[in-house]
């Protein structure tokens, strides 16, 4: 069982006693994240590939970082780990080499549940090199992403499938293994993107067999930076967009420019955190243990509490009138979302209850959350969209009952 104090205390930002249900957007940085970055400025701030100590260490600390991420995503090699500035960027990035791939007439295959970072490049590259945007759509009632949908989009002419591994808009989590594995049956490579997943749950790239996988570390604990796995076969193989002279070998050779060598010591500071928990509170406090069993022993032990989260949030939002949750509310399948829950209030704009609760030192999000295919299916998009309440492991039950008590308040003073 985690102890919150203790949880609470690795996060400077929650001392200010806002209660935090923005995570979706971006979480807190953890303290652990923050002396990483705070030390590389100190002591090892320089450029790649000098030939002095400082230069020398900040190289260190980059390959340290690479292995640590492919230890926690399961990766075959550290060479499988590409640094970016964002999920987007790196997203775009790779679609314009993926691009060259394609042919009049090919398929790409999307998802109406994604974020828009995994729809539009791919309608961008489409549109250049006359492909074909097959759709799957998800159920309305429970925002679930249709799966025999991507049975029947799926083509011989299918090269790529895009989907996410958790939607950022209303929590569902996706059988991306399932969509890998599909993909593969007619050739095409699967893109997934982790954004929202990454900070609840484990993730083994190996086992979901799928082509490319991107996460962003500010969505869990650390700084705005990314990450982007790839089978080393298809990023070997790939034509990258770089300036000369650079390397052809991967990583490095999809990573433009000079990095954020600070956010890349904190990215490795956010895996810090999770081993403190796995040490902490997951028993994994052996020195002996392989790096990732302690990973995945701290990523266990929050999820285990935020699903009680996710328990007494959708069930304090249940006894609201008027209020409607859009995704899974069955106790019974938590295991199926992760604790992002948006829903929209009779006679309140998500607009006005943000700032209604904002104004009471309660952070939450409204509108799309840049997935304007999720709330123009639901046609919620001429109207704002939803609010959107984001809990991860830090936050509590006290916060919770905050929360539904201002919502309860609001509505009264409607009526």
Sequence with gaps: ?????????????????????????????????????????????????????????????VAGTRQAIADWLNAARPEEIVFGPNMTTLTLHMSRSLAHLLQPGD?????????DANVAPWLLIARERGCTIRWVDFHREDCTLDLDSLERAISSRTKIVAVGYASNAVGTINDVQRAARIAHRVGALCYVDAVQYVAHGVVDVQALDCDFLVCSAYKFFGPHWA???????????????????????PPEKWETGTPSFEAIAGTLGALDYFAWLGQTFGGADKPELPRREVLMAGMEAARRYERELSRALISGLQTISGLRIWGITDPARLDERVPTVSFTLEGHSP??????????????????????EVTTTLGLEASGGMVRIGAVHYNTQA????????????????E
């Design 1 to 61: 069982m985690l102890n919150l104090d203790l949880v609470r205390s690795q996060f400077p930002a929650l001392a200010s006693g806002a209660v935090h249900l923005d995570n979706p957007g971006g979480t807190q940085i953890a303290r652990q994240s923050l002396e990483r970055i705070q030390h590389y400025y100190q002591h090892t701030n320089a450029n790649h590939g000098g030939r002095f100590r400082t230069s020398h260490e900040s190289d260190a600390m």
């Design 107 to 115: 398929e790409i295959v999307l998802t109406h549940l994604d974020h």
């Design 227 to 249: 990450v982007l796995y790839g089978k080393y076969d298809v990023l070997d193989r790939l034509t990258a967009y770089k300036v000369r002279p650079s390397s052809d070998v």
């Design 351 to 372: 607009d006005a209850v943000a700032e209604a609760l904002g104004r009471e030192g309660i952070y939450v999000w409204n509108g799309n959350f840049y997935a304007p």
């Design 399 to 414: 916060e919770i009952e905050r929360l539904i008590d201002v919502l309860c308040r609001l509505m009264e003073q409607r």
